[in-house]
């Protein structure tokens, strides 16, 4: 059972598009973040957003927490080729499952110039 | 200061032989785990080890995986023996601990069992 769904799988754009990847669940997250991973290497943090509504930007990317806590986006303004990579969304609860992050799927992303 | 390393890179094995990981988290991280990760999905965790005690392996498939962390710093992951269904890269991951949720993962080491 897949406890965020990110969408789309999949995104192919031209440098200067916008994008936008979004991760939806049915469960409450503590707080949700959002990683990128580069081929042969592991995911790295980008952002961490804990509060419902809460709205982060860095640079070029603007991420969005829902009122719930149940939803996520990442919206990237003039994509360049950079930006490629596959962009993972990941849940943390708290309780007994403090810690432990649930990923997404993940959105390969491939900016061409 | 040095990010989490892991051993080896790459290997490629023969159904039914074991593999072994290993794991160097980032100094001071007293939380470390090992993810599964297949092509183009999200990571999948297998354990979390809170110092040397292991707190969370309920995804592990004890059958045949196997880790340990005696001394509360490296770790190792052992496949024994290993199937062609676990072929995946496997990410080891550590942050502060308890309460530092921000964990910083390494590169990974890519299985291949043929």
């Known amino acids: 059972t897949q406890l965020l769904e990110q969408s789309p799988q999949f995104l192919s754009i031209q440098e200067g598009e916008n994008l936008t990847v979004y991760c939806n669940s049915s469960s409450v997250f503590s707080s949700l973040q959002w990683y990128r991973q580069e081929p042969g290497e592991g995911p790295v943090l980008l952002v961490t957003?804990?509060?419902?509504?809460e709205v982060k930007k860095l640079k070029r990317l603007t991420f969005q927490f829902g009122d719930a806590r149940k939803d996520s986006s990442l919206h990237i303004t003039a994509a360049q080729p950079g930006d490629t990579g596959l962009y993972l969304c990941?849940?943390?609860?708290?309780?007994?499952?403090?810690?432990?992050?649930?990923f997404g799927q993940g959105t390969i992303l491939t900016v061409h110039p | 200061e040095a990010g989490v390393v892991q051993s080896p890179r790459y290997k490629i094995i023969e159904k039914k032989q074991p593999v072994a990981f290993w794991c160097n988290p980032i100094?001071?991280?007293?939380?470390l785990y090992w993810y599964l990760q297949n092509l183009g999905q999200g990571p999948e965790l297998l354990i979390r080890?809170?110092?040397?005690?292991?707190?969370?392996d309920s995804q592990l498939p004890k059958d045949r995986f196997s880790a340990e962390r005696l001394k509360g710093v490296d770790s190792t992951l052992k496949i024994q023996p290993a199937e062609l269904g676990d072929s995946a890269v496997y990410l080891c991951?550590?942050?502060?601990?308890?309460?530092?949720?921000?964990?910083?993962f390494g590169p990974g080491t890519r299985l291949l069992v043929l």
């Open positions: 991951a550590s942050s502060l601990g308890a309460g530092r949720e921000t964990q910083y």
């Open positions: 990941a849940g943390a609860r708290g309780g007994t499952s403090y810690g432990k992050l649930t």
């Open positions: 100094s001071g991280h007293n939380t």
């Open positions: 080890y809170e110092n040397e005690e292991a707190v969370d």
């Open positions: 957003v804990v509060t419902g509504g």
